[in-house]
């Protein structure tokens, strides 16, 4: 790797007795610079990693600053690498004009689609050259869960279902389950993958349910005061692709919780100790 | 109190199973309208309140979203407010034009110094209009505490010093323990009391100790790589102060952490704890 691909530490923070860092490196993927951040517990435990992908509009920062996730993260020894959600600094037609379009909203997929298929190449960025970045440059242990919220939780999903052996689990908080079906998901993957429909189901969690992939076991919360629940997120539609399937499924439907980080924040510690037992469990 | 001066809820979001409520009301005190959080743990408990102040730059959101306090409050039966940081809306002479003085930086005195006396007074906001309007509006104990950080520290340091038997317990992260003797606090003060120093000692903690006040217990949670501690924050002028007049204090120099809400996140759950064992002894 050359000088200018090597990370550069941007800033680092103690909290809860580890080390909160941030990093920017010049991606090959996106050919930008990106910006993580990264949680290491305290001692030199050799930790585990948890992938945390972020939902519409947020950065590398959302997470770490909201989840209040560091508290039990230090206790079980786990990392927590959260990398941005687009790439930035670029000035494409319409990238900034839209919420759910563009900057901050990559939805995890490699574009094909010109102008966005040079530089949006999320899926590649998170699931092969991240990890391959992260080994490079800290002493960790190379095993690896996922998880994340939204467009985040989107993505944990289909990085899953994608790449098996590469997790060790998944989980998502209130994730869009079905893109192809929602109107957040039609205009994204229009925009980055084209109009031909069928291209689209390879980036959808209930399609590749239902062309046969799987995992050991999906785990989902969802809160029930969602705004987004029905028009956007239809976690209906992603338990019965898997009961069709024979997909495991834990769906925790949260009583009166919304779509934000106080939802999150809620119920990160079962959710972390659940990626926990999976990385531990070297059987 | 007519209409106008109801509080209105701006929002309400469920977290930890208890009720987080943003509420706005036209403020006597300040004569503009100001914003609160508050969160209510589950149940009808009537819980006893702690008040938090923030510190520059900030609003009530601050601790919400970043302080990963309300596991614990919720657990403890603590009902949590966060005022903001000075009043709003307003637009008087280079009012927005600094981080550290005008809007949100209002450090709980009550100006003395045109223009700022006419609405500069978070110090009759938040030690009297704000309780009175809590207890109107919500089933609580009446039972208080107090705390803050930074800016907030200081706040409710001094709020805790001149009102005898209002708090239960007070603490404080990272003060400005000694404002007429440092950059933040001499810039803030002229402006808000004007040019008499010997008016500025009756809001500075290290003053108001040497002076004879005291409160049964001051704990002080204070970073030891905070980027502020020399020159703004002085916590041994504190010790000093506390040790001549022999007011008890425990100061908690934490090795590592930075004035960030990371440090905060870090050590609220202790902070909480003292607090609810304050509000709780009602011998």
Redesign the interface.
């Known amino acids: 790797m050359s000088d200018m691909h090597q990370p550069k530490m941007v800033s680092e923070?103690?909290?809860?007795?580890g080390r909160?860092q941030r990093w920017s490196h010049q991606s090959e993927s996106t050919r930008t610079e990106m910006t993580f951040s990264i949680f290491l517990p305290p001692g030199n435990s050799h930790p585990s990693v948890l992938i945390w992908l972020s939902g519409l509009t947020c950065t590398d920062e959302n997470f770490v600053?909201?989840a209040?996730a560091?508290?039990v993260a230090s206790e079980l020894g786990l990392a927590i690498v959260c990398p941005d959600t687009s790439p930035r600094g670029l000035d494409l037609p319409e990238e900034h004009d839209n919420y759910d379009f563009g900057s901050g909203a990559g939805f995890y997929v490699d574009a094909t689609n010109p102008p966005w298929d040079v530089h949006y190449r999320m899926y590649s960025y998170v699931t092969r050259e991240l990890p391959a970045l992260i080994e490079s440059s800290f002493d960790v242990s190379g095993r690896y869960s996922i998880s994340g919220h939204s467009m985040g939780g989107h993505g944990a999903l289909v990085c899953a279902l994608k790449n098996p052996g590469q997790y060790q689990s998944v989980s998502a908080f209130a994730p869009i389950t079905n893109p192809i079906q929602c109107p957040w998901g039609k205009k994204a993957f229009q925009g980055y993958l084209g109009r031909d429909v069928e291209a689209w189901k390879d980036w959808d969690t209930v399609s590749l349910i239902k062309a046969g992939r799987s995992f050991s076991h999906i785990r989902v919360e969802q809160?029930t005061?969602d705004n987004f629940l029905e028009e956007q997120l239809q976690p209906q539609a992603l338990k019965d692709a898997c009961e069709e399937a024979g997909q495991a499924l834990t769906l925790n439907m949260r009583e009166?919780?919304?779509h934000?980080?106080?939802?999150i924040?809620?119920f990160i510690?079962d959710d972390l100790r659940y990626h926990a037992d999976a990385l531990n469990n070297t059987e």
């Open positions: 923070t103690r909290v809860f007795e909160l600053q909201k209040g560091f508290r809160g005061k009166g919780y919304d934000s980080y106080f939802f924040a809620s510690e």
